[in-house]
Nanobody, 116 residues
């Protein structure tokens, strides 16, 4: 059974930084990419950043230049370095394993709160 465990969320003032990590355990077949998504209260879940096994990255326009996604294949770990955080970055952040086919996997989420 695949499990994703996120860590690193918390409360930070505007302009501050946080680093999120996600480690996947279990046997993962046909993994294409890992990524981070977020969901703010009353809003739909949205993509933050993804990184493929080859290291190709994709970022939401709102976080480009501020967030950096990295991966460690051997450990099935993905991290998200978040700098210059803004109150609008406040959300629950979810880790996701994106597969070529079959069901994707989600973590349970970690809360990020940015105070103004």
């Amino acid at each position: 059974q695949v499990q994703l465990v996120e860590s690193g969320g918390g409360l930070v003032p505007a302009g501050g930084s946080l680093r999120l990590s996600c480690t996947a355990s279990g046997t993962i077949v046909n993994m294409n990419a890992m990524g981070w998504y977020r969901q703010a209260p009353g809003k739909q879940r949205e993509l933050v950043a993804t990184i493929t096994r080859a290291g190709n990255t994709n970022y939401a326009t709102s976080v480009k230049g501020r967030f950096t996604i990295s991966k460690y294949n051997a450990e099935n770990t993905v991290s998200l370095q978040m700098n210059d955080l803004k109150p609008e970055d406040t959300a629950v952040y979810y880790c996701k394993i994106i597969r070529n086919y079959g069901m994707d996997y989600w973590g349970k989420g970690t809360q990020v709160t940015v105070s103004s």
